[in-house]
Each structure stands twice: as structure tokens, then as C-alpha cells.
């Protein structure tokens, strides 16, 4: 298990564009493999490649019903309207209330360059919506309604 550092707030890298992938190379592959190790590892729903200091438009996510790995992710189609809070690896400890779609559906590809197609609802469209902004240098924070709050983990692992 190969975990990679995961850069916090302020760090430049988080705030510019990540570029396409081409093509899938075993280093690539390496970096997905190490996200799914760095998200679990920090109990995370979701990383976006810039949280490990890669701009690169990847992203890993699993709210619970598995790993999903998505390679130059596009939002098709969304809907509806979820409040609620959210957070991010990038700032540990936080949580905000944060308006997103309660339907996104992505268009991706895979670790093998194959055409993925992901519906999501809830927590999954919150996550897709989360992440991918990760990949235009975009971090929730600036969309939170009043305040940041810390958050106990314990706590909320309990909720859920
Ligand atoms: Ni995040």
C-alpha cells in the first residue's frame, strides 16, 4: 500500500485546472491504485488527483457501495436540490453547508480507458459534484453558506 500526501488548503496546487488524460500509463495506474489507498486510509468518501499534488483530471469515490474510478469526468445531466454539510480531506476536521443537485449523472472512463456512465443520488451526487470541482482548481469552502464548523468523525460515523 502506497499512501500519498494529502495536500491542505492553501497548498497552490489545489487551486489550478487539471489536464485530460491521454492515455493510461502504469503510472497512472499506480496513482489511481494509491488514491483508493490514500481515500480509505483517511476514511474519505472521495480524493480528486490535486489532493495528491497530480493535475490530472482523476478521481476516486466510494460512499460505500464501492470504489468508482473516474478518468476525465463530465457532468451530463443533473437535478433536483440537496442542502446539507460537507467536507473534504483538504480540510481536515471542517464541514460546511453546501448546495448541490440531489441527481448528477457522469460520463467517465475507467482505469482501462473504457466509457463509464454513473448515476447518483444523495451523497453519491454530492460527492461527484465535490470532486469534480477539485479538477477546476475549485474547493468547496468558497461555496459554503455562513460558517465553516468542526466536525467530530466519531460522531458522524455513528449517525450514518
Ligand atoms: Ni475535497
Same mark, same amino acid.
Given at each position: 500500500?502506497?499512501?500519498?500526501?494529502?495536500?491542505?488548503?492553501?497548498?497552490? !496546487?489545489?487551486?489550478?485546472?487539471?489536464? %485530460?488524460?491521454?492515455?493510461?500509463? %502504469?503510472?497512472?495506474?499506480?496513482? *489511481?491504485?494509491?488514491?483508493?489507498?490514500?481515500?480509505?486510509?483517511?476514511?474519505? +468518501?472521495?480524493?480528486?488527483? %490535486?489532493?495528491?499534488?497530480?493535475?490530472?483530471?482523476? +478521481?476516486? *469515490?466510494?460512499?460505500?457501495?464501492? %470504489?468508482? +474510478?473516474?478518468?476525465?469526468?463530465?457532468?451530463?445531466?443533473?437535478?433536483?436540490?440537496?442542502?446539507?454539510?460537507?467536507?473534504?480531506?483538504?480540510?481536515?476536521?471542517?464541514?460546511?453547508?453546501?448546495?448541490?443537485?440531489?441527481? !448528477?449523472?457522469?460520463?467517465?472512463?475507467?482505469?482501462?480507458?473504457?466509457?463509464?456512465?454513473?448515476?447518483?443520488?444523495?451523497?453519491?451526487?454530492?460527492?461527484?459534484?465535490?470532486?469534480?470541482?477539485?479538477?477546476?482548481?475549485?474547493?468547496?469552502?468558497?461555496?459554503?453558506?455562513?460558517?465553516?464548523?468542526? !466536525?467530530?468523525?466519531?460522531?458522524?460515523?455513528?449517525?450514518?
Amino acid at each position: 500500500m502506497a499512501l500519498r500526501t494529502i495536500r491542505l488548503e492553501g497548498d497552490p !496546487v489545489l487551486y489550478k485546472t487539471s489536464r %485530460p488524460v491521454k492515455e493510461m500509463t %502504469p503510472r497512472l495506474r499506480e496513482l *489511481i491504485v494509491d488514491m483508493l489507498d490514500t481515500m480509505y486510509e483517511a476514511s474519505g +468518501v472521495g480524493l480528486a488527483a %490535486p489532493q495528491v499534488g497530480i493535475l490530472k483530471r482523476i +478521481v476516486t *469515490i466510494d460512499v460505500g457501495d464501492g %470504489p468508482i +474510478v473516474l478518468v476525465n469526468p463530465e457532468i451530463v445531466e443533473s437535478s433536483g436540490e440537496q442542502v446539507g454539510d460537507e467536507g473534504c480531506l483538504s480540510v481536515p476536521g471542517m464541514a460546511g453547508q453546501v448546495t448541490r443537485p440531489n441527481y !448528477v449523472k457522469v460520463k467517465a472512463l475507467d482505469i482501462h480507458m473504457d466509457e463509464v456512465e454513473y448515476e447518483g443520488e444523495g451523497l453519491l451526487a454530492r460527492a461527484f459534484c465535490h470532486e469534480l470541482d477539485h479538477l477546476e482548481g475549485k474547493m468547496y469552502t468558497d461555496l459554503v453558506e455562513g460558517e465553516l464548523h468542526q !466536525v467530530n468523525y466519531d460522531e458522524e460515523e455513528e449517525e450514518e
